[in-house]
């Protein structure tokens, strides 16, 4: 699943520019490409590889930039409380573009959250990943009516949660403590399908469990304790991903406590 080309070539001119600036460096914290002058961020570039859709952020304090940029078609305040500061993500190509993917015969939506990221981290950290590992993840749906109306749906409520009034009318449908019933969350079930590639093979493995919102995360959050409390682990210190950290060690409790893993395919 490419990335489409005209947005990778915008990013890439933006990347060319930002580094040809005096005292410009390139660094990846996070997995995410970033460019540095005096060891201060001052364009993040994010990841190239298709598993977010293409941007730039940066701080614009100047009034009339900052509007201007905001003008772009999907421009908005960065997230994670930069955009009080006057940063300001800018789109390189459209969010939520569905690609159909041929590995799973599905359309495929890419998901941005932080897992990405992680995974990343973890290649940077262990050897076993190799050199040239990449990662991205999507949400694989069979039909792309169902994919284009996902696509508006969430793009609806986002738009929405950033008025006020609907923000306040949206939280206020379900109480705190409110929650699917034990027997919804009884049917409820989930499956990452993992598709690697290299050495001429292609190996499809899955993970899946039961309710992934309650039921198998209190199981991942215990298990990950337990396991740091009696296993024994390789020594690690700051701040680590549970791959470095409990590796192997927590894939056999997440077994034990029924989550399964298993190698479905090898092409």
């Known amino acids: 699943m490419a990335v489409p080309r005209n947005a990778l070539r915008k990013w890439e001119k933006v990347r060319d520019w930002a580094l ?107 050897a076993r990943y190799g050199p040239d590992f990449r990662y991205r993840h999507y949400a694989a749906v069979r039909s792309l009516p169902v994919a284009l109306g996902g696509v508006a749906a969430v793009g609806t409520l986002v738009a929405a949660a950033q008025v006020p009034p609907l923000r306040r009318a949206l939280s206020a449908r379900l109480e705190p403590g409110d929650g699917p019933s034990p027997e919804k969350r009884a049917r409820s079930w989930f499956t990452v399908r993992f598709v690697g590639e290299g050495g001429g093979r292609r190996v499809y493995t899955e993970v899946s469990g039961g309710d992934p919102g309650y039921d198998e995360t209190a199981k991942m959050l215990a298990e990950s304790a337990l396991s740091l409390a009696f296993d024994d682990l390789p020594p690690t210190s700051g701040q680590v991903t549970t791959a470095v950290a409990m590796g192997d060690a927590l894939i056999g409790r997440l077994q034990e406590a029924g989550i399964r893993f298993r190698v479905a395919a090898v092409r």
């Open 20 to 126: 040809r600036l005096p005292g410009a460096v390139e660094e990846h914290p996070w997995g995410e490409t970033v460019a540095k002058v005096d060891r201060k961020v001052f364009v993040f570039l994010g990841v190239d590889d298709g598993s977010h859709p293409l941007g730039v952020t940066v701080k614009l304090t100047d009034e009339t930039a900052h509007a201007h940029a905001l003008a772009c078609p999907g421009a908005e305040p960065a997230g994670y409380g930069l955009g009080k500061a006057g940063w300001v993500r800018v789109p390189l190509e459209p969010a939520g573009a569905p690609r159909y993917a041929p590995e799973v015969d599905a359309w495929a939506l890419p998901l941005p959250t932080i897992d990405g990221q992680i995974v990343r981290r973890s290649a940077k950290a262990l």
